[in-house]
């Protein structure tokens, strides 16, 4: 890519394919404050938050815990015993359910992106990796959208439209540990 200046530039969109299954305080926080040794390559992080309605969040509980409740059915029959983490995601998807109709909290579909900016191919690919290894330690998946490099322009800063609507709900606490309010 090159600039209004003249420079020319590599870019690098990536996403997060996987989330940790238990977000813990300031998760994310070395890419809002501290930032990363990154090679001399610029990360640009990109964050989207969208609040269910709470009818819509109780419906889609009440779905996922019907197929959980299924699954575990269906193992029974076939007398397979294996169904512990099925029965422990059902209890964890009733309890989250109850949170909602109590209004204790919310739901949200939230989706991270990556961007990388370097003056070389190297830096780039040293950022990238140091990137994944910082998701990975965290109990997540850090990919790049190589066939969707237009979409990821389009998600990024200053466009801002998340057109790849790679999701994953959070509920309020886990949302909040997201950020470093300290």
Do not use: C
């Not at 996987?18 to 930032?35: A, C, H, K, N, Q």
């Not at 389009?154 to 994953?168: E, F, G, K, Q, Y």
């Amino acid at each position: 890519i090159i600039n209004d200046q003249g420079d020319s530039y590599y870019l690098r969109h990536m996403m997060l394919s996987e989330y940790p299954d238990e977000v813990t305080y300031g998760w994310l926080s070395t890419l809002w404050s501290e930032g990363l040794e990154t090679d001399n390559a610029q990360v640009r992080t990109s964050m989207y938050i969208n609040p269910f309605e709470r009818d819509d969040a109780i419906t889609r509980l009440k779905k996922r815990e019907r197929k959980l409740t299924s699954k575990i059915v269906e193992k029974r029959r076939e007398d397979d015993i294996s169904f512990t983490e099925e029965e422990q995601e059902r209890e964890e998807v009733e309890g989250l359910k109850q949170r909602v109709q109590n209004q204790e909290t919310d739901l949200f579909d939230v989706s991270v992106y990556v961007q990388i900016v370097s003056e070389n191919t190297t830096s780039l690919t040293r950022a990238s990796q140091e990137l994944r290894n910082y998701f990975s330690d965290k109990g997540a998946r850090l990919v790049p959208i190589s066939d969707r490099q237009r979409d990821g322009l389009r998600t990024s800063a200053p466009l801002h439209t998340d057109v790849m609507r790679n999701t994953r709900p959070f509920d309020r606490q886990s949302l909040a540990t997201t950020f470093p309010f300290i």
